[in-house]
């Protein structure tokens, strides 16, 4: 008997301790002020509760020792194991200080020792990018030294056909001649025509003493 009671003894404080080791507490709660994607600061706590108890999370900015105002609305995770997260969008300020407070029902009533101190920059500081600089405009100098387009040339057909003379419309000295000659200018004509009307003339005067002769012969 005295064996079985040192032995059932001994079961309970096991299952004691195990349940203790099971059981919810504050250190099962971490906090951190970080960034989110777009340059916004949040504040996030981590519950790796392994019994997975439901905890209500209040988070405030303390200022002067005291609490400044609330952080959004107190929001509830379910812990486990690898670690359950929730986030407060907040942008804090470098070097800020806020108090996360941690409820569980019949379990834990407490704040995250110490409180949660925020970084040197803020987020919005850090996600800034510089805004581009305006490009420079050309300077004068530089537009004045760049070489002007080389002025267009004649073109091929242009420069290949021959420029016109004056007086191509004019005649020439054959074509003046030839105009000449068939207008009867500088020919023999005046001479033909002076033979022509000199054999008109004998002929003629033939005619008059044939007809004269012929008229005597007949009077005889």
């Not at 949660?116 to 305006?134: F, H, I, Q």
């Not at 405009?137 to 004045?144: G, N, V």
Request: glycine share 10%.
């Amino acid at each position: 008997m005295r064996i079985l009671g040192v032995a059932s003894a001994s079961a309970a404080l096991a299952l004691g301790v195990a349940g203790n080791a099971l059981a919810c507490s504050i250190k099962d709660f971490s906090a951190a002020a970080t960034c989110d994607g777009n340059g916004k600061g949040i504040i996030t706590v981590t519950d790796v509760d392994p019994s997975a108890k439901e905890a209500t999370i209040t988070v405030f900015l303390e200022r002067n020792g005291a609490d400044d105002h609330q952080v959004g609305e107190a929001q509830k995770v379910t812990g486990s194991k690898s670690g359950a997260t929730i986030s407060f969008s907040e942008d804090w300020a470098p070097k800020a200080e806020y108090r996360i407070h941690v409820s569980v029902p019949g379990l834990v009533d407490k704040d995250i020792s110490p409180n949660l101190v925020t970084k040197d920059e803020a987020c919005s500081t850090k996600s800034e990018s510089p805004s581009p600089s305006a490009s420079p405009e050309p300077s004068e100098s530089a537009s004045s030294e760049s070489p002007s387009a080389p002025a267009a040339g004649p073109s091929e057909s242009e420069s290949s056909a021959a420029p016109a003379t004056p007086g191509d419309n004019q005649p020439s000295a054959a074509a003046g001649e030839s105009n000449l000659a068939e207008t009867g200018a500088n020919s023999n004509t005046p001479m033909i025509a002076g033979i022509a009307g000199a054999f008109v003339l004998v002929g003629g005067g033939a005619v008059f003493f044939g007809m004269r002769r012929r008229g005597a012969s007949k009077a005889s």
